[in-house]
């Protein structure tokens, strides 16, 4: 492939990792030369039988590369770890992280909130967040980019437009999310979810989730009322899928009328952010193997009030598709390309 980019993905046998391969193997402008990994393997099928590893490069056992070689790394590795490799690569390649380690402006928020030390923290500023329907024109100009959270993706995307134009009050925000145990990571148990033929769901680490601060900061920068909110993250008995219900304050003399067009208006000509009208159902089916965001208003019983359901797969626009989509416009690319089929 003449002119191809050159990609490199680290964590390549994780959950995101996986979906990366899947979606960079099939892109018409990718090649992959390299994937890493901490997993002794040499064949990344072993992880993923829907992935063809004869066209692939063998799964190295380390996640060590020659950057002059590579035009992109993906780092699909855990909080904590890929800050390390940023720091061996900055200025050699574009980089692409999925993990937190680049989300948060302030080292002493990374630490509160990680409980751990960052490596470069003066190369925090160097990045950008990376929620293509807003930050475009930045994204399109940078070489690092930092992927937001899955739970910050389905919240940031209904929320930003209607803090910008002033429509909601920021300091009754009530958010309920739900997602699929794939957004806990691979070393999820699922004995959480499942004794015999019984399925469980429940909420975990409500208003102290380490994405709290990332949501905070996305929302601060957009408004100068000050912004609090209550967070609460359940874990559901399926693969992926993720929806968060929001509960906002009208400022006054707004109306629901106002807040449709305000979404119609900021995603009217974006490919993967949709609001939904009418009677049409939002539900995991919709967003599940895509890279779509649905967002839908419903009526509360109080004109002063509204409810908003944000709807996203949380493997790929909460993560993969998204980094992929963020790629596209680094390389001046159709934001579109290699998601076709993830549309």
Avoid: W
Wanted: charged share 20%; aromatic share 10%.
């Amino acid at each position: 492939m003449n002119n191809s980019i050159k990609a490199a993905v680290l964590g390549a046998t994780g959950y995101v990792g996986l979906e990366l391969i899947k979606i960079l193997s099939n892109h018409p402008k990718v090649q992959i030369k390299f994937l890493g990994s901490e997993t002794p393997s040499k064949n990344i099928s072993e992880f993923d039988n829907h992935i063809n590893s004869s066209i692939l490069p063998k799964l190295e056992y380390n996640n060590n590369f020659n950057p002059t070689k590579i035009d992109v790394v993906f780092l699909a590795l855990p909080h904590g770890i890929s800050h390390k490799y940023v720091k061996k690569y900055f200025n050699y390649l574009k980089i692409i992280d999925l993990s937190a380690d680049f989300r948060l402006d302030k080292r002493e928020d990374y630490i509160a909130d990680y409980k751990d030390d960052h490596s470069c923290t003066e190369l925090l500023n160097k990045f950008v967040y990376g929620l293509p329907e807003l930050y475009e024109n930045q994204i399109s100009i940078t070489n690092n980019l930092a992927v937001p959270g899955c739970y910050p993706t389905s919240i940031l995307l209904p929320l930003i437009p209607l803090l910008k134009n002033n429509l909601i009050k920021g300091d009754n925000i009530i958010i309920d999310s739900k997602s699929g145990y794939s957004g806990a990571g691979k070393k999820f148990d699922k004995n959480n979810i499942q004794k015999g033929n019984l399925l469980n769901f429940y909420n975990y680490n409500t208003n102290n989730h380490r994405h709290i601060g990332e949501i905070y900061q996305e929302l601060q920068k957009q408004t100068n009322q000050e912004i609090n909110f209550s967070f609460n993250p359940h874990i559901l008995p399926i693969y992926r899928g993720m929806l968060s219900t929001i509960y906002c304050d009208l400022n006054e003399k707004i109306h629901i009328s106002d807040i449709e067009n305000c979404l119609n208006n900021t995603y009217q000509n974006t490919p993967f952010v949709h609001h939904m009208i009418g009677e049409e159902r939002g539900d995991f089916f919709l967003v599940q193997n895509t890279n779509n965001c649905y967002i839908k208003l419903q009526k509360h019983s109080n004109s002063s009030k509204i409810i908003i359901v944000s709807l996203i797969d949380n493997l790929l626009k909460g993560a993969s598709g998204q980094a992929v989509q963020c790629m596209n416009i680094m390389f001046d690319l159709k934001q579109i390309t290699g998601l076709e089929s993830h549309k």
